[in-house]
Nanobody, 128 residues
């Protein structure tokens, strides 16, 4: 059984930082994992992904500000978010692939679909 539990969200002012965590329970190691977000009235958007070789991918709007990483010993996925902007306000979800995908393949399709398992989400709110 696959479980993904996110934590670390909260409210911060623009320019601040948050670190999201995702505790995972997976019967086998997913080929890729990542974070996607959904803002009110907007479609889901893949934010960052990482694969078993440690390769990463990011959407342009977060490059240089967000860092995805994983602690394989503890089965925890992280998203370090720095220099947060009001446009980053959204519900953030952790996802694990159900089929073989590398980080570049996973990023554009990250979301609530058959290619991933996902958690319940954690809210991030950035005020100006």
């Amino acid at each position: 059984q696959v479980t993904l539990v996110e934590s670390g969200g909260g409210s911060v002012q623009a320019g601040g930082s948050l670190r999201l965590s995702c505790e995972t329970r997976y019967p086998y190691r997913a080929s890729s994992m990542g974070w996607f977000r959904q803002a009110p009235g907007k479609p889901e958007e893949g934010v960052a992904s990482i694969d078993t070789l440690g390769r990463t991918a990011y959407i342009d709007s977060v490059k240089g500000r967000f860092t995805i990483s994983q602690d394989n010993a503890k089965n925890i996925l992280y998203l370090q978010m720095d220099s947060l902007e009001p446009e980053d306000t959204a519900m953030y979800y952790c996802a694990a692939s159900t089929r073989h995908l590398n980080a570049e393949q996973a990023l554009p399709i990250l979301g609530p679909n058959s290619s991933f398992y996902w958690g319940q989400g954690t809210q991030v709110t950035v005020s100006s």
